[in-house]
């Protein structure tokens, strides 16, 4: 009687293990289903700028190398802040506007600080020019920061505004009384004028020549060289001249 011959093995033997990671293909009720090719395990898209880096709180690009900072004043001591990207444009803007919103308020305590802080504001304008020339974000592991309200509409914003705002306010009030009030009435020779005041602080009122208020009359302006009054005439103060060095010749009417 024949022996029959031995069942054939592989070439690792009865006992070699089976790979693990080889790809398996779907069996159905008559054998194995075929599913076309398969995508290596774990494969992601290229980076759109390859050898740049994305931005630092979110992973978007494009993203754009910038220092953002800040200022406190504390009285005696002080601290300074700073934030390094790259950052995309939102989570850059974000920053920007957080960290100058709270410089804005903690800033100014401090003698030196009082310096340092807008010297410090400035600084950050480059950083936020770079951040507004950036396009949208795209391709981070996680939302950007939302940039909130700009900087100007915030809180601190409006504290440090609302002094400046006034002192505007007060100048345009000033020169506004200025171009109001009218200064000294010049004289000319033939009015007549009323002295409310004393000599030496005159307040000259100019009235009419037929007026029982009219106490002198202008008979002459000292402005040539030689000229001279009257001996018994008054002399009016300069600032009612036409160029407020010229004085008048003041002839009593009584």
């Known amino acids: 009687m024949a ?7 592989g070439a690792g033997g009865p006992y070699s293990p089976a790979n693990p990671y080889a790809p398996q293909q779907p069996t159905g009720a008559g054998g194995p289903v075929f599913t076309g090719p398969q995508q290596p395990y774990g494969a992601y898209a ?21 220092t953002v900072r800040g200022h406190q004043g504390l009285i005696v001591l002080m601290r300074f802040l700073s934030l390094r990207g790259p950052f995309c444009r939102d989570c850059g803007l974000a920053t920007y506007r957080r960290m100058s919103s709270d410089t804005l308020w903690q800033g100014w305590w ?5 310096f340092i802080t ?15 020339r950036l396009g949208p974000p795209a391709g981070g ?19 440090l505004l609302a ?53 002198y009359k202008v008979t002459a302006l000292l402005d040539t060289p030689g000229a001279h009054c009257a001996p018994l005439d008054y002399l009016a103060d300069p600032k009612y001249g036409p160029d407020d060095f010229t004085s008048a010749c003041l002839t009593s009417l009584r």
């Not at 290229?46 to 910038?66: D, E, V």
């Open 46 to 66: 290229a980076h759109p700028q390859p050898g740049r880096y994305g931005c630092t709180l979110c992973g978007a690009w494009p993203a754009a190398p910038a």
């Open 3 to 9: 022996t029959p011959p031995p069942p054939q093995q």
């Open 141 to 159: 592991f996680r939302p950007p920061l939302d940039p909130g309200r700009p900087l100007w509409r915030r809180p601190p914003a409006l504290l």
């Open 110 to 114: 401090g003698p030196l600080s009082f």
């Open 163 to 215: 002094p400046v705002l006034l002192v505007f306010l007060a100048v345009q009030a000033l020169l506004v009384l200025g171009l109001v009030v009218d200064g000294p009435e010049q004289l000319s020779v033939g009015q007549c004028v009323r002295n409310e005041g004393s000599w030496t602080d005159q307040d000259l009122e100019v009235v009419s020549c037929g007026s029982s208020r009219a106490q």
């Open 118 to 132: 807008p010297v410090t504001l400035l600084t950050n304008l480059g950083p936020r020019a770079a951040f507004r």
